[in-house]
C-alpha cells in the first residue's frame, strides 16, 4: 500500500461525497421536480426507506438488482400518486400528509422488511473510474456507481426539461400560478399528481441505492434522514437541477467527513462529525433564507416560502 | 317557519349555533379515527390476520385491568409533552416537528445538573433539574420560532434537522464529558442519587408524578390558549398573520414565545424520564415519542385539552405492541403501520369541515 499520509483525508472525502452523494441527488431532483410544479412532498424519507426495503427485496428474490432499482422506482412513484391525490381535496395541508406519510412509509417498509434483514442481496455493480492509477486510495475513490452517473445525467436533463421542453413550461407554470395555468386549460390537480409520482420514483431509486450499493444492506437505520435533508437541499439549489447536483456532492462530502477523519485515525467527537451534514443543512438554510421576501427563484404556488 | 331572519330568538337556535361547531370538533375526528382503523383492519385481513383480535389484545394489554392501565399511563407523560410541543406551535401556523431533540437535551440537562447535585435536598435538586431541562428543552423549540420569525427559515425542517442535531449533540456528551466511566456497554451519565429520583403518584398503580405534571401542562396550555388574551391574539396570527400584524399585534414575539414554551414541556418530557424511569441519560432518550406526539397533536387537532384523551389511547396502542407481536406473530412495526394510516385518514378528514350539511345551522332550521 503506497503511504499517501494526509492526503487520504481529501482523497476518501471526494470518494466518500461521491458514494454518500448519490441518494441525496435522487431524492432532491425528485423534490425540485415537485416543488418545481408547486407542491411539497415532505414524505420523500418514507419513501425513500420503503424504496431501500422494495429494492432489497426484490434484487434478493430476484437475483438481480437492476431489478430492485425498478420495483423502488415504482413502488416510489406509487407513493408519490397517493400523496399526490390527497393533497388534491381542498383544506388538506401537503406538510402535514408529507409528516403522515413519512411515518407510514416507514411503517409499512419496517414491516414487510422485517424478513429480509438478515438475507444477502446481490449489489449494484461499481465502475472502477480509478483504472488510470497505481494509488489504491485513488482507485477506491473512484469506484463510482452507474446511478451516480445516471443521476448526474439526470440533472442535465432536467435542467433542459424545466429551460426547453414543454413538459417544463407546463410544470413550471402550474408551479407559478394556480390560475394562469387553469386559465390556459391546464389542470394543476393532474400536473402536481404527476410530477409528486415522478419525484416519488425518483426518491425510490435514491432508496435502492442505499440498500443495494452503499451501505449496501437493509435493517431499519438504513436512512438518516436524506430524505429530509433532501427538501431543505433544494431550497438551498434554488429549484435549479444543476445546483441540485453540486448541492448532494457538498453534502456527501460533509457526511464523509467523519468516516475519512477516522480512516486516519482522528477518533474523538465522532457524533460531532456524524452531525456536520445536519449542521451544514442548517446553516445553508439560515444563510440563504430571508425574513421580509419571497426566495428567489421559488415556484409562487409553494406552500414553504408562502 | 318560513321566514328565518325573523325568528332567531323564539327558536334554541343560539345553542345550536355554539354547539354544532363543537360537535363537528368532535365527530369528524373520531369518525376519521374510526375510519382509520377500518382500513388499518382491512391491511391486517390482507395479511392474513383478524383485526379482531388485533383490537382485542389492544383492549386487553392497555385497557382492561389495572395492571393494564398502569402499563398505559406510565407510558402517557411524554407524549402529553410532546404533544403540546407540537400544538402549540400549531396554532400560530407552524409546523414544528422536531420535539425528539428537546427531548433528548432536556432529559440530558437534568441528568447532569442531577449528577453534580448529588447529596443537595430534593426540594432543592429537583426544582433546579425541572427548571434546567424546560429551559435546554424551551430554547432549543424557541430558536426554531426565532429563525422562523427573524430569519424566515422553514420550521418544519429546521425543527427536524435540529432534532438531528441535538440527539448526535447528546451522544457526543453522554460517550465523551458526561459519561460514568461505570457506563461500560451503555454510555450514560452518572446515575442520579436516590433522593433526586421522581417517584410514583400515591394513587394505588404505579404511575410516576410526570402523568399529573403532562395534564397540568395541558390544562395550563388550553387556559392560555382559549381563555387568556395572549391566547386569542396567538390564534388571531395564526389564522391570518397579515390580519394580526395590522393589529399590531406582536408576532415574532407570540411566535417565539409559544414555540419556546412548547418546547419547555418537549425538555419536561426528558425531565421525567430522566428522573422517573432511566435514572441517568443514555440513548434510550431516544424512543421516539417525539414523532407520535406529532401524531397525538394532530389527531388531538392541536385542541390541550383533546391531546389528554389522545395521548391515552395512543399509549394504550404503544403498551400493547409487545403483547401483539407474541400473540399474533406480527413485527413491532405493526403499530407504526396503524399510526401511519389513521394519521393519514385524520388529515384527509380536515376536507370535512364546513361541508356536512348535517353540522351546518341551516340544515336544522329547515326543520324547525
Known amino acids: 500500500m503506497t503511504d499517501i499520509g494526509l492526503w487520504g483525508v481529501p482523497l476518501a472525502i471526494l470518494g466518500g461525497a461521491i458514494r454518500v ?38 434484487a434478493y428474490q430476484s437475483g438481480s438488482p437492476w431489478l430492485g432499482v425498478l420495483a423502488a422506482a415504482l413502488a416510489g412513484a406509487l407513493f408519490g400518486l397517493f400523496h399526490g391525490w390527497i393533497c388534491k381535496f381542498r383544506g388538506v395541508n401537503d406538510i402535514a400528509i408529507g409528516i403522515a406519510m413519512m411515518l407510514l412509509g416507514m ?14 442481496a ?30 448526474g445525467l439526470l440533472a442535465l436533463a432536467l435542467h433542459w426539461m424545466f429551460r426547453a421542453t414543454r413538459i417544463g413550461l407546463t410544470i413550471r407554470v402550474v408551479g407559478d400560478s394556480t390560475d394562469a395555468a387553469r386559465a390556459i386549460g391546464l389542470n394543476p390537480d393532474t400536473v402536481r399528481l404527476l410530477a409528486t409520482a415522478a419525484g416519488g420514483a425518483l426518491a425510490g431509486i435514491g432508496g435502492a441505492y442505499l440498500s443495494l450499493y452503499y451501505p449496501g444492506s437493509w435493517n431499519e437505520g438504513i436512512s438518516s434522514g436524506q430524505g429530509l435533508m433532501a427538501v431543505a437541499l433544494v431550497i438551498f439549489a434554488r429549484w435549479n437541477p444543476i445546483n441540485c447536483f453540486w448541492a448532494a456532492l457538498l453534502f456527501g462530502g460533509a457526511g464523509a467527513l467523519g468516516p475519512a477523519l477516522q480512516s486516519v485515525g482522528v477518533t474523538q467527537g465522532y457524533y460531532l462529525f456524524f452531525a456536520a451534514p445536519y449542521v451544514l443543512t442548517l446553516a445553508l438554510l439560515i444563510l440563504t433564507s430571508s425574513p421580509d421576501k419571497a426566495l428567489h427563484g421559488a415556484p409562487g404556488e409553494l406552500s414553504i416560502t408562502k | 317557519m318560513s321566514d328565518a331572519a ?3 330568538l323564539s ?26 382503523l377500518a382500513v388499518f383492519s382491512l391491511f391486517l385481513l390482507t395479511q392474513g390476520k383478524s383485526p379482531i383480535e388485533f383490537y382485542a389484545l389492544i383492549y386487553k394489554a392497555g385497557f382492561s385491568t389495572a395492571f393494564s392501565w398502569q402499563n398505559t399511563l406510565s407510558r402517557v407523560a411524554p407524549l402529553l409533552f410532546a404533544g403540546l410541543c407540537v400544538a402549540l406551535p400549531a396554532r400560530l401556523g407552524l409546523v414544528v416537528i422536531g420535539g425528539e431533540g428537546a427531548i433528548a437535551l432536556g432529559g440530558l440537562a437534568a441528568a447532569v445538573l442531577g449528577a453534580g447535585l448529588t447529596g443537595t435536598s430534593p426540594v432543592v435538586g429537583l426544582p433546579v433539574m425541572f427548571a434546567g431541562a424546560a429551559l435546554v428543552g424551551g430554547a432549543w423549540i424557541g430558536s426554531v420560532g426565532w429563525l422562523r420569525i427573524r430569519r424566515g427559515v422553514n420550521e418544519t425542517i429546521a425543527s427536524l434537522l435540529m432534532a438531528y442535531i441535538a440527539i448526535a449533540l447528546m451522544n ?18 452518572a446515575p442520579l442519587a436516590d433522593a433526586l429520583r421522581v417517584g410514583d403518584m400515591p394513587v394505588g398503580v404505579e404511575v410516576h408524578w410526570g402523568f399529573a405534571f403532562g395534564v397540568l401542562a395541558c390544562v395550563i396550555s388550553w387556559l392560555l390558549m382559549d381563555r387568556t388574551t395572549l391566547g386569542f391574539a396567538a390564534r388571531i396570527a395564526g389564522d391570518n398573520i397579515r390580519a394580526a400584524q395590522v393589529q399590531g399585534l406582536p ?4 411566535v417565539i414565545g409559544f414555540t419556546a414554551l412548547g418546547g419547555a414541556f418537549a425538555g419536561l418530557a426528558g425531565f421525567f424520564e430522566v428522573t422517573a424511569i432511566h435514572g441517568s441519560a443514555n440513548a434510550s432518550l431516544v424512543a421516539g415519542y417525539g414523532y407520535t406526539g406529532i401524531l397525538v397533536a394532530f389527531l388531538a387537532r392541536h385542541n390541550p385539552l383533546a391531546i389528554i384523551p389522545v395521548a391515552v389511547l395512543l399509549a394504550g396502542f404503544e403498551a400493547s405492541s409487545g403483547l401483539i407481536q407474541r400473540r399474533m406473530d406480527l413485527p413491532d412495526a405493526t403499530i407504526l403501520v396503524m399510526e401511519g394510516i389513521v394519521f393519514v385518514v385524520i388529515l384527509l378528514s380536515e376536507t370535512l369541515y364546513g361541508r356536512l350539511p348535517i353540522f351546518a345551522l341551516r340544515f336544522w332550521e329547515a326543520r324547525t
Open chain 1, 21 to 58: 452523494s448519490t441518494p441525496f441527488l435522487f431524492v432532491s431532483l425528485g423534490e425540485c421536480l415537485t416543488e418545481r410544479s408547486g407542491r411539497i412532498n415532505l414524505g420523500l424519507e418514507g419513501t425513500l426507506v420503503f424504496g431501500a426495503m422494495t429494492g432489497y427485496a426484490v
Open chain 1, 107 to 120: 411503517g409499512l417498509a419496517f414491516y414487510f422488511g422485517k424478513p429480509y434483514i438478515q438475507l444477502v
Open chain 2, 6 to 8: 325573523t325568528a332567531p
Open chain 2, 172 to 189: 457526543h456528551l453522554v460517550e465523551g464529558p458526561f459519561r460514568d466511566p461505570a457506563s461500560l456497554n451503555k454510555p450514560s451519565t
Open chain 1, 122 to 151: 446481490p449489489d449494484l455493480p461499481a465502475i472502477p473510474l480509478g483504472w488510470w492509477s497505481s494509488v489504491p486510495q485513488i482507485q477506491a475513490a473512484l469506484q463510482v456507481n452507474a446511478l451516480f452517473i445516471i443521476g
Open chain 2, 251 to 254: 408576532v415574532g414575539k407570540l
Open chain 2, 11 to 36: 327558536s334554541p337556535k343560539p345553542a345550536m349555533a355554539k354547539w354544532l361547531p363543537r360537535l363537528e370538533a368532535v365527530a369528524i375526528p373520531l369518525a376519521a379515527l374510526i375510519c382509520g
